[in-house]
C-alpha cells in the first residue's frame, strides 16, 4: 500500500490509492500558526476510507503518515474533529494518544 503526500497552500494531503487509480483513503493535514507560540500545529481534517476498503488498516497508515509529518514539521499538537456517533473514529484517534479535550463549535455558511 503506497501513501502519496501532496502538498498545497492549504496543507498537506495524504493519499492511498490503488495501482488502478482506484482513491482508497485519504486524510488532510492544514498546519495553524499560533502567534502566541511562534508554532504550527496541526488539524486533521477529512479522515476518509472508501467503504470498500474499510477494516483493512488504511485509516491507521494514514495518520501514521499524519503524524510523522507534522512532528518532523516542529508541531507542538494535533487536533482531530469528529461527530459524536462516530466512536470509531474516537477510538482510532485514542489509540494515538489523542484525549477528549472539548467541544468544536460551527456555523454552516
Given at each position: 500500500?503506497?501513501?502519496?503526500?501532496?502538498?498545497?497552500?492549504?496543507?498537506?494531503?495524504?493519499?492511498?490509492?490503488?495501482?488502478?487509480?482506484?482513491?482508497?483513503?485519504?486524510?488532510?493535514?492544514?498546519?495553524?500558526?499560533?502567534?502566541?507560540?511562534s508554532k504550527y500545529y496541526g488539524l486533521i481534517e477529512s479522515l476518509y476510507v472508501n467503504m470498500k476498503y474499510r477494516?483493512?488498516?488504511?485509516?491507521?497508515?494514514?495518520?501514521?503518515?499524519?503524524?510523522?509529518?507534522?512532528?518532523?514539521?516542529?508541531?507542538?499538537?494535533?487536533?482531530?474533529?469528529?461527530?459524536?456517533?462516530?466512536?470509531?473514529?474516537?477510538?482510532?484517534?485514542?489509540?494515538?494518544?489523542?484525549?477528549?479535550?472539548?467541544?468544536?463549535?460551527?456555523?454552516?455558511?
Open positions: 500500500m503506497k501513501i502519496d503526500t501532496l502538498y498545497t497552500p492549504e496543507g498537506i494531503n495524504f493519499v492511498c490509492v490503488k495501482e488502478d487509480g482506484e482513491l482508497m483513503g485519504y486524510v488532510n493535514l492544514v498546519l495553524v500558526h499560533n502567534p502566541v507560540k477494516r483493512k488498516k488504511i485509516a491507521t497508515k494514514l495518520l501514521e503518515e499524519l503524524m510523522y509529518k507534522a512532528t518532523e514539521l516542529g508541531c507542538y499538537k494535533v487536533i482531530a474533529t469528529s461527530r459524536f456517533e462516530r466512536e470509531y473514529v474516537h477510538k482510532l484517534y485514542e489509540k494515538y494518544g489523542m484525549k477528549k479535550w472539548g467541544y468544536e463549535f460551527r456555523l454552516d455558511l
